[in-house]
């Protein structure tokens, strides 16, 4: 299947400040991005969508200036944490679709504020 | 709103023995339904499929039925090995909800050696 990336693995920072994930497909045009987060022992809530070169679509009760999704590529979409605080600690992960029903996911990043 | 659970959150099988794991789905206008499972620390990995045209779906080693009449996924694992010892999330997604899944609680399966 095809392959989709993210970075970093992991990353700690201190609260206030901002973290930035990267979501790459490595094989494969993703004209759809989409980025969960996952809290422990609990299933994947879907924050947002993105799609190349447009404005990402959040899902209700997700604060689309805390959480700024960038789509520049059809390979790349990056997800920033601004001004994180413990709250925001989580595993977030991304999946890319280039197609109508195919989603492919990432291997998470785990976010640790402290 | 619209939303997949689950029935049980942990199975515990015997190694070599069969499982089924059972997902409950409310959206009547899903049109496509699919399992995952989930390492400690990993992304969801696809397992499997299936169409709402479909009742049945065969893999290697899994199989997925879907009653549409009773909105019931469940997913069998045959021959369970250590190796399948997760988190199985199913998934599914509606018409009219472009390419969004919407994620099921999740059953941990444990298998015993």
């Known amino acids: 299947g095809a392959v989709v990336s993210q970075h970093p693995s992991w990353v700690i920072c201190k609260s206030g400040t901002s973290v930035k994930i990267e979501c790459r497909s490595l094989?494969?045009?993703?004209?759809?991005m989409f980025w969960y987060r996952q809290f422990p022992k609990q299933s994947l809530m879907l924050m947002a969508t993105?799609?190349?070169?447009?404005?990402?679509?959040?899902e209700q009760g997700v604060e689309k200036d805390k959480f700024l999704i960038n789509h520049a590529s059809l390979t790349l979409s990056t997800l920033t944490v601004t001004s994180a605080h413990p709250e925001d600690s989580s595993f977030y992960i991304c999946?890319?679709?280039?197609?109508?029903?195919?989603?492919?996911f990432g291997p998470g990043t785990r976010l640790t504020v402290t | 709103g619209e939303s997949v659970g689950l029935h049980l959150p942990t199975l515990s099988v015997q190694e070599g023995d069969n499982s089924i794991i059972n997902c409950a789905y409310s959206?009547?206008?899903?049109?496509?339904f699919i399992w995952y499972k989930q390492e400690s620390g990993k992304g969801p990995q696809f397992i499997i499929d299936?169409?709402?045209?479909?009742d049945k779906r065969q893999g290697q080693r899994v199989t997925v039925l879907l009653n549409k009449t009773v909105k019931h996924l469940s997913l069998q694992i045959a021959a369970t090995q250590p190796g399948d010892s997760a988190v199985y999330f199913c998934?599914?997604?509606?018409?009219?909800?472009?390419?969004?899944?919407?994620f099921g609680g999740g059953t941990r399966v444990l298998v015993k050696p």
């Open positions: 999946s890319s679709s280039e197609a109508l029903y195919e989603q492919y």
């Open positions: 094989d494969f045009q993703a004209t759809t």
């Open positions: 993105s799609n190349e070169g447009s404005k990402a679509t959040y």
């Open positions: 959206n009547s206008a899903s049109d496509y």
């Open positions: 299936i169409r709402s045209n479909m």
């Open positions: 998934a599914e997604k509606g018409k009219a909800a472009g390419n969004k899944l919407t």
